[in-house]
């Protein structure tokens, strides 16, 4: 009985020690700095368009939550989110690396002006569509303050991306698209495409906090 107990008492141990070195796992924004290179050639050139496998603009991560670029990078990794190029990139990193990225990332701005306490009211048709998905409730009024930075900034975030994000979350067949958090897919679904993009205009319309910023060699 001891025995047993002590090993309970051990495994424990090492599953709280576990849980907070995984807590502590913080970013360096310097480390970041040279484990971006397989980042910049799509995110680090103003107005790149993805090919595959849907024509998009790449999103904008600079000055977006650290920890909602974790979060997303984590789910490329299990194959939570399926593009393929993502995948392949999120494969290659460690928690410390995403860590680092993201803490990079985040602090990775120019001359930013922040999001106002209140954001452009939508016409009557965008205001009963954010209602109805309850948007507000997780990405904030003005969709740059979400109420975690789990959750990312969408404020001014490219149109035709933010599209493609929430088309996503409708799609469980296509071995290249889909994204499987049950919430967001919760909310996209009770959408036409025609409604999403509506959506989708109305938050890149408003004044952002993101930005991309070229690397020299691309400008």
């Known amino acids: 009985m001891k025995r047993t107990f002590t090993t309970i008492f051990g495994l424990a141990v090492a599953l709280a020690t576990g849980m907070v070195q995984a807590q502590e796992i913080k970013g360096d924004a310097k480390a970041g700095e040279g484990k971006v290179a397989m980042c910049i050639g799509c995110h680090g050139i103003v107005g790149y368009q993805a090919s595959f496998p849907e024509v998009y603009r790449v999103p904008m991560i600079s000055g977006q939550n650290a920890k909602y ?14 593009h393929p190029t993502m995948r392949g990139i999120a494969d290659s990193l460690s928690e410390q690396d995403m860590a680092d990225v993201a803490a990079f990332y985040s602090t990775h701005t120019k001359d930013v002006q922040p999001a106002p306490d209140k954001a452009r009211e939508p016409n009557a048709q965008v205001a009963q569509l954010l209602q109805k998905g309850a948007c507000i409730s997780c990405h904030g009024a003005n969709f740059s303050k979400a109420i975690d930075p789990s959750y990312p900034k969408l404020a001014g975030q ?16 296509n071995q290249y698209l889909g994204r499987t958090n049950a919430i967001m897919a919760g909310m996209a679904k009770q959408f036409t495409n025609a409604e999403l993009k509506e959506i989708a205009g109305y938050i890149s319309s408003l004044p952002t906090e993101l930005q991309t910023l070229p690397e020299s060699r691309f400008r």
């Open 69 to 82: 670029i974790v979060n997303a990078l984590t789910e490329y990794k299990k194959g939570e989110r399926k």
């Open 158 to 173: 490219h149109k035709d991306y933010l599209y493609a994000a929430l088309r996503s979350y409708k799609d469980e067949k």
